[in-house]
């Protein structure tokens, strides 16, 4: 009787060589199609979120997603870039009469100049869909912005509003400040007096102001979450 083990033995680890060859083969292929993926994207103008789980938005307290995103002159921008240093994210619709009242009564521009002066990043991000009434090609969006006086760091696009939803931003404006560890220690709106009307903002707390103040002089902030108020954010469906 022929003895039958050894070829089979053979044909099994052969077998498991190959195997293993075709899910380092896969694996590798995977990992190509996600570069290609995020290439493609970036090229297109896309927002990505990176190494985020699908979770409700952060809390204050919690890391800040991190994401990648284009602004209005093409240029990539990554929030872990800035690790080190303040960030405002400021969420935006010039369509907004929320929004034109902080920046027409020049509010918002101050705001944003009184916090780049202190080495902050400020960074607005539309996440309007496209296919709204009231939203800007990001050429016309930064030609806004420069009517405005803007002093914002970086203008970005998030037209398919991935940046805008895993924030939980739902109004315009609706503010975030992100510390040098990349934790989120602000949410909320730009002041305490939610209306459209300019004459409130003599007698509002700039909330955006004393946390920032409050950060710089090594204090608590005391008003760390607070109501975003402002026109509803028009995202994609």
């Not at 077998?15 to 075709?22: F, G, L, N, T």
């Not at 896969?26 to 990992?31: E, G, I």
């Not at 027409?104 to 990043?121: D, I, L, R, Y």
Request: aromatic content about 6%; glycine content about 8%.
């Amino acid at each position: 009787m022929q003895n039958d083990t050894a070829p089979s033995a053979a044909a099994g680890t052969r077998s498991q060589r190959a195997v293993r060859k075709v899910q380092a083969a896969r694996a590798a292929l995977d990992r190509a199609s996600r570069r290609a993926v995020m290439a493609a994207a970036m090229a297109l103008g896309a927002t990505l979120l990176l190494d985020a789980p699908a979770h409700a938005a952060p809390a204050v307290g919690q890391p800040a997603p991190d994401f990648v995103a284009v602004d209005t002159a093409g240029q990539r921008h990554k929030l872990s870039d800035f690790a080190g240093k303040y960030v405002v994210l400021e969420w935006t619709n010039p369509g907004c009469p929320f929004v034109r009242k902080h920046y027409g009564s020049g509010n918002m521009p101050a705001t944003q100049k009184a916090a780049t002066a202190k080495g902050v990043v400020w960074l607005a991000i539309n996440s309007t869909e496209r296919a709204a009434s009231d939203y800007l090609a990001p050429e016309r969006l930064a030609a806004w912005m420069q009517e405005q006086s803007a002093a914002a760091t970086h203008v970005l696009m998030d037209e398919d509003g991935i940046i805008g939803q895993a924030y939980g931003a739902r109004t315009t404006p609706h503010l975030y400040i992100i510390d040098p560890k990349g934790v989120l220690v602000y949410a909320g709106g730009i002041d305490s007096i939610p209306s459209a009307r300019v004459d409130d903002i003599k007698t509002a707390t700039n909330y955006v102001n004393q946390a920032l103040a409050e950060a710089f002089g090594g204090k608590p902030i005391s008003a760390a979450s607070t109501r975003a108020y402002g026109c509803s954010i028009k995202y994609k469906t």
